[in-house]
């Protein structure tokens, strides 16, 4: 079960790259309508995945893959100057690929349903 320094920690790197991204990053592959999805932050708040979902297709999704591998280590800095904790996570990004899976799932049930 997840502590509430875990949930905090999430919260708080959610909100701030978020707004990195929007006001921070003038790389031309943040351009693209992102969505900062959730994030999990291991127990010692060590990591942090980030996963996030590009609205406008796989070449949009490639292109923001692309510009996350160039600035995570900005991004992490940025985030070290706003948090007043010892250790400042590593972060991963990770395409958010939830919704499509759920759809997918929703589907299979909808057939197996009609049948």
Known sequence: MKGHRDRRMADFIQEEISQIIREEISDPAFKEMITISRVEVSPDLKHARVYYQVHGGEEAEALVAQGFKRA???????????????????IDFIPDKRTEEEARLEELFARIRHE
Not at 72 to 89: D, G, H, M, Q
């Open 72 to 90: 995570s280590s900005y991004i992490r800095r940025l985030i070290a100057k706003r948090l007043y904790t010892k250790f400042v996570p590593e």
